[in-house]
């Protein structure tokens, strides 16, 4: 299983993922990690950068395989006022990617092709590696479709956030299982 986390700051987005079930794959110029897209270059010596409105088609969706990790509540989803969606993903044409925290991306020369770009975005410096971070990259911003599995409430949820998401969850799927982590 897969965890996204989210806040409920952007309602629009939560509820788009909870009743269509789907994720969405963003361009990498929204991505938080400012060193995303960034590579070193043993030709030029130095670290480069895609450029993020040339490569804007370069969609990353992300995802952990914890949901036990206080800094990803912290970081996403609003200091345990948000909450996380447990999932698989149900399609077979999208290739899931571990990321690599040991270093940028070393490339000989500048990458051309897709694929070599792709492994631009699958290597992360080591302050990011309590993200046991996931990927999936497409050479455009799409959907991927997923079947939610459980909704893990965070430990801070306000009574309203948690009234109104077990209501839609009762009516979006009720064998989906809606509970609260407390650690």
């Known amino acids: 299983m897969y965890y996204k986390f989210r806040d409920f700051k952007n309602y629009k987005y939560l509820l788009d993922l909870i009743l269509y079930q789907r994720l969405y794959s963003s361009s990498f110029k929204n991505l938080n990690d400012n060193f995303e897209g960034q590579f070193f270059s043993e030709i030029h010596n130095k670290r480069l950068r895609l450029n993020p409105l040339k490569e804007k088609h370069i969609s990353i969706c992300s995802f952990s395989s914890v949901y036990k990790n206080h800094l990803m509540w912290s970081h996403y989803a609003d200091g345990h006022r948000g909450l996380v969606i447990g999932f698989h993903i149900l399609e077979d044409n999208f ?48 959907y991927i479709n997923i079947e939610i599995k459980e909704i893990i409430l965070g430990s ?13 969850i009762r009516y979006v799927n009720p064998k989906i299982e809606v509970r609260t982590y407390y650690d």
């Open 95 to 142: 290739k899931i990617h571990k990321v690599n925290y040991n270093g940028l991306t070393i490339i000989e020369d500048l990458p051309i092709k897709f694929e070599d770009k792709k492994d631009v975005f699958l290597n992360k410096i080591g302050d990011w590696n309590y993200e046991n971070e996931f990927r999936i990259i497409t050479d455009n911003q799409c």
């Open 156 to 168: 801070e949820v306000s009574d309203l956030n948690k009234d109104l998401i077990t209501k839609l």
